[in-house]
Structure formats: structure tokens, C-alpha cells
């Protein structure tokens, strides 16, 4: 950030009084620009036995099968976010089962809630941002093909689970690098 | 946003190709400026059968009393974001439980994540951001003056639980107007 989007003057990057973070100050109109971490929503989508994957059609991790999610739009609930990526990406008739895996990505500003759901036909097929969207037997899963740690982690934990018999929201950590710069590597 | 926080020339407001909502543009840069939700982290602090609430030193909701909370910053984790507004709002020492709600809250682009979590000792004491800082029975609490619904609806479903003596997690939305602008509530 370089300028301020409301009045379009330069901004500095400081710490404002009473705060302890540096943030981007426009002097001019003294609006302070926070910047958050943004949710990728997503569905686990399962028919019977099998597990919904799209393989993506764009950067990043072109090529590679993905679980559908995307990034959480304002005005719109988790929920509703988790279907609509799931329509967008793989035309996906789901019908929500329930919160399943809530994962901080703290390295790239990231927080992943997906959830389970019950694909309702096999109407689906891939959208613009898909390559493919296909159905997956445990057995037949690309491990080594997932686009994304969180994918495979879901994954993992949800077959794990279906062999337990049940399922309770998976809560973790995915690091990097922590606040102080320092590499660090955190997978609960 | 009136202007470009890249290059400082004004914005236009209009959907991109390949998208289906409107979004800030440069038109000098190409630059599409997304704006998504922002996560609101915290915790249920509990000492024995009492929970820490907070007094609100701040607007929105000033005077009224509320869950250490507040906004998820960028390169940190859910849990870290919890623990740090509990120390900020009221310099509480806690060890996190298990995550407990998540609640989106489409009309005002937040998404409530909440932590159960143990008070440590006694040395709370209120932050800037607080005018008190307190430890409330249940009977005690002051229902009429909680600052936010997310609280109530997290508070009442954890007392229920707690007669359960079984915590899962709480997955909601509070709504008060669809993507359509229609007006609606839904709370679960």
C-alpha cells in the first residue's frame, strides 16, 4: 500500500499512538488502513464413499486437485461462501453437513473453514477455474498431487474419522515463520 | 475506496471480466482491490464456575460488557489473536481449551471465532481498551448490557453445554440483511 484509497494522498507505514503494530497512516486525513487476514471457505464434498476434487485451472498450483474453496466474500456467511465456491468451482449440488476443519495459515494471512457436505447428484462437472472435478475412493486420492497442506490435512483427517465413526471440527495450525520472523513449523 | 492504494489514481466501481460482483478497479494499473470479511478472535475466559467479561472503554457499545475480543491480525494464528485481545482487553493469563463458536455475521462482514479457554490466576485487570474487567456466575450475568449478540449467543450456549458437560463446537450466523438486501434473521 502505497497511497491512501480515500482522499489519494501518499501514505507512511508507522505505529499509531496506542497501538503496537505498524500500520499504513495517510496524514492527511489521519485514516489508518488496517490489513487482516482474509477466510478461504470451502466443502469436503462426499457421495458415498467418494470425495469431490477440482483440479485447478489457474496459479496458484495449476495442475494439481484441490478440495473447492476460495476466498469468503463480504455480505456473504461461511456457509454461503463454502456452497457458492463449491457451485463455482465444480457445479456442485451440496447440501452442508456440518463445520469440519478451521485452519490458520499465519504465513500468508490465511484462515480456511471448510466444511462437510453431502454432494446431492453427480451433475457436477468443472467450472472456468477447474480443469476437472472427479470423484475419489480413499485408495485412489492424489496425495501427491494436493495443491494445498490444508487439503491434506483435511482429507487425512476426515478418512481418519470415517473409520472412527465420528467427526468433530479439526482446529490447527499451519506456520511457517511466527510473528518474530523466526521459521517455525506447527501442524496440530 | 476512492483511489488506487498502488498508484493513487481514482477507482471505478464495476464488475471485472470473469467476475460476478462489483470491485474497486484501477483503471491506470489494472489493480482489482477485494475486500472480504475480517475475523473477530476471543475467548470465554473461566475461572471455576465464573467468567471473565469485559466493560468497554471503546465505541461501538461503550460501558457494556463483553468477551476479550477483537480483530484477527495479519501473520497470526486464531489462537494467538485469542489469547493476545484477552491480554490486551484485561491482562488475563489463559490457556486455551478448544475453539467453541464460529459465527458469521454477513451484514456487518465479520466472522466471530471464539475460544474456550482457563483463567490462570487472578491478576486480570482491565486494559486500555476496558473500564472493568470482572468474573460474573452465571446468574450474575448482565444480560441487558452485553455489548454484542455473538456474546449472548456464545455465553447462553456455553452455560446449556456446561449442564450437558459436553462442549462441541458452535457454528452460526447472525443476519440482518441477505446478499440481496433483503432483511432477514437467521440465528441457529
Redesign the interface.
Known amino acids: ?11 507512511i507505514h508507522k505505529i499509531p499512538d ?1 497501538d503496537n ?1 505498524p500500520r ?1 497512516i495517510c496524514e492527511q486525513c489521519d485514516l489508518i ?7 478461504v471457505a470451502g466443502c469436503l464434498p462426499i457421495w458415498n464413499e467418494q470425495v469431490l476434487l477440482c483440479k485447478r485451472a489457474i496459479e496458484p498450483c495449476y495442475g494439481l486437485w484441490t478440495l473447492p474453496a476460495g ?10 461462501a463454502a456452497l457458492r465456491e463449491s457451485r463455482e468451482e465444480a457445479n456442485a449440488n451440496l447440501e452442508l453437513e ?2 469440519y476443519s ?1 485452519i ?1 495459515l ?2 500468508i ?1 490465511q ?1 480456511y ?1 471448510m466444511y462437510r457436505a453431502k454432494l446431492l447428484d453427480l451433475d457436477f462437472y468443472a467450472g ?1 477455474e477447474s480443469l476437472d472435478a472427479q470423484l475419489f475412493n480413499e485408495e485412489d486420492i492424489p496425495w501427491d498431487l494436493l495443491a494445498f497442506k490444508t487439503i491434506d490435512k483435511t482429507l487425512k483427517r476426515y478418512f481418519e474419522d470415517r473409520k472412527k465413526g465420528e467427526f ?2 479439526y ?1 490447527s ?1 499451519i ?1 511457517k ?1 511466527n ?1 518474530l520472523g523466526e521459521k517455525v513449523d506447527i501442524i496440530r
Chains 1, 2 share one sequence.
Open positions: 500500500m502505497k497511497y491512501c484509497s480515500e482522499c489519494g494522498n501518499p501514505v496506542g503494530l499504513h488502513h488496517y490489513q487482516n487476514p482474509k477466510i476466498f469468503m466474500e463480504n455480505q456473504e456467511s461461511l456457509e454461503e456440518s463445520l478451521v490458520s499465519p504465513h494471512n484462515v473453514v472456468p468433530t471440527v482446529n495450525v506456520s515463520r510473528r
